[in-house]
């Protein structure tokens, strides 16, 4: 009787969304399908398209392509870096970093668009980026990561500086994985970037390692 009871609660309760999936670097034909099965899960909250070095042609039409799955799971779509050509993309916002161009400029172009800003491991970017009015703030890299091997390296001290101090989500960044993303969350994370262990992964496909995140 307990079984059949935790079944219905499990079946009742809606899973949290606590992922920001981030594309990889590089998208094939097999990609739309994959990332299909991985949204039907229903934990992923985000989805940032991240190319560098690609011509606005073929930009467009593989967000074309991935904004019909991201509405159909209703997972917010956000370019990378791309702010100029956010509204064109018909992205829900952008992300950048901190070499990405003018954050000031940057809010002005995304006027009722979501803005988000990569802050590494530092008190200060994290205020100027609340001073440009972004509606979240990422905070990485915390493990070593195969998308960005050389990138800085950021603390669980960050985290709880910014749960007492920042009142907007906080995404975490940086070689997570299946064990060590829960003391992320519990150090202060609202949402956790996921890319090589979805689309990476020589253990799992990406429909089951996003089943991991629960």
């Known amino acids: 009787m307990v079984r059949r009871i935790r079944k219905r609660i499990r079946g009742i309760i ?70 100029n050509l956010t509204s064109k993309i018909k992205a829900d916002g952008c992300h950048m970093g901190q070499l990405d161009g003018s954050f000031k400029f940057a809010r002005k172009k995304l006027k009722g668009k979501i803005f988000g800003i990569t802050c590494h491991n530092s008190k200060i970017l994290a205020k100027d980026a609340i001073e440009n009015k972004a509606d979240y703030i990422a905070f990485g890299s915390f493990f070593k990561s195969r ?4 990138a800085k390296k950021a603390n669980l001290n960050i985290l709880k500086w910014a749960k007492k101090n920042i009142k907007k989500p906080i995404v975490v960044i940086g070689g997570i994985n299946n064990i060590n993303y829960k003391k992320l969350m519990n150090s202060g994370a609202k949402y956790i970037a996921l890319s090589s262990f979805i689309w990476d992964n020589p253990k799992l496909k990406p429909e089951q390692a996003i089943r991991e995140f629960k």
């Open 14 to 83: 809606p899973l949290k969304k606590l992922v920001y999936l981030i594309s990889p670097n590089k998208i094939d034909q097999n990609f739309y399908v994959s990332l299909d099965k991985v949204l039907s899960f229903k934990n992923v909250k985000f989805f940032q398209l991240r190319l560098k070095n690609l011509n606005q042609k073929k930009l467009l039409n593989i967000s074309k392509k991935i904004k019909k799955i991201t509405d159909k799971y209703k997972v917010k779509f956000v370019i990378n870096d791309y702010f």
């Open 147 to 150: 998308l960005k091997p050389t």
